[in-house]
């Protein structure tokens, strides 16, 4: 067996370039790969219950709330259903920052301000200010198109105290206006307040609207998820779907995730580590007496290091075991 470092602390050697041997990185962990973002929902098994909770949510028109622990694929079971109905998928990562104009648009009052200055031209238009306008994922979702986008809200209990409640009107009427343009149309006593003004995609590309106000003509999907770290406003609950996703419980779950992201070929090759792996991945997490969560994704990290053809010494393996397995959120 050779020796699996690649780092080993002892400094560099000029007659050797360890990290030329460095092998393939894990499938989910290959930024090169165009198809990266596409394989992530091919291989996503979603449960029945969270198949029977989206086809709901889309023929009711509803934002599906999805909660559960780490790990237990909420955020990709959005990329699942986009891959698999051919749906435009936009993300929306919420932080403690985060608020609801974040999701609609963004104005560039400072660009503006420069450009008018530069050039001493009026750009007191409506024409002139959508130049200045970026749609982000909310308000892409809301596009008027033919088929509904999926709109992937992940994390929201991280948000802004107020955003769950700021979302109600939105979703209630599947529309928002861009107050910056509204407001010069109302001014401006010649303008009709349907014209067409054209603003910006995150892309770069452009998008007209009329009179300032974005009105979906097909809800989008919207998942959002959430880690169970606060409670959300009745009002807020009333209008979602609400899905659990608990954690794979059988083995032949788990082995079924690890022939998605590592393939047959390796599987075989391994079966019989990999199964020893998965026993034990079980038995170790679903201890009652146990504090803390270990995700599935922990397991691949542990399944795909123990499967290249350089391995750690068993010694090693088992302190690696321990580590990649560590306990998330226990003390």
């Not at 993300?91 to 200055?117: C, H, K, S």
């Not at 009709?192 to 910006?200: A, K, N």
């Amino acid at each position: 067996m050779s020796d699996w470092k690649i780092y080993t602390g002892q400094g560099r050697k000029e007659d050797d370039d360890p990290i030329t041997r460095l092998p393939d990185p894990p499938p989910w962990r290959n930024f090169t790969d165009p198809a990266r973002d596409q394989r992530r929902g091919q291989v996503f098994r979603p449960s029945d219950r969270a198949i029977e909770m989206v086809n709901a949510a889309l023929y009711l028109r509803r934002p599906l709330l999805v909660t559960g622990k780490p790990g237990t694929g909420k955020s990709t079971l959005a990329r699942a259903v986009a891959e698999e109905l051919n749906l435009t998928l936009y993300e929306w990562p919420i932080n403690t920052r985060t608020v609801l104009q974040d999701g609609l648009y963004r104005y560039d009052a400072l660009a503006r301000l420069r450009d008018a200055q530069a050039h001493s031209a009026n750009t007191n238009t409506a024409q002139e200010v959508g130049q200045y306008i970026t749609l982000g994922p909310l308000g892409l979702a809301l596009l008027p198109i033919d088929r509904p986008a999926v709109l992937l809200i992940d994390e929201i209990d991280k948000g802004d105290i107020d955003l769950p409640n700021d979302l109600l009107h939105v979703f209630e009427e599947g529309e928002f206006f861009i107050a910056e343009i509204t407001r010069l149309l109302q001014k401006d006593s010649t303008a009709e307040h349907t014209q067409m003004v054209s603003v910006c995609r995150s892309d770069g590309s452009q998008v007209t609207i009329p009179g300032g106000r974005v009105r979906c003509r097909t809800f989008p999907l919207v998942i959002m998820t959430s880690n169970g770290e606060r409670d959300f406003p009745p009002a807020f609950l009333r209008r979602c779907l609400r899905l659990d996703i608990d954690p794979p419980r059988e083995v032949a779950e788990l082995e079924a995730i690890i022939r998605a992201h590592l393939g047959d070929e390796v599987f075989a090759q391994a079966e019989e580590a990999i199964k020893q792996y998965v026993a034990d991945f079980l038995r170790e997490r679903d201890r009652p007496d146990a504090r803390g969560h270990i995700a599935t994704d922990q397991l691949l990290n542990l399944i795909y290091i123990a499967t290249q053809e350089n391995q750690p010494e068993a010694s090693t393996e088992q302190q690696l075991r321990k580590e990649l397995l560590r306990r998330l959120g226990s003390e």
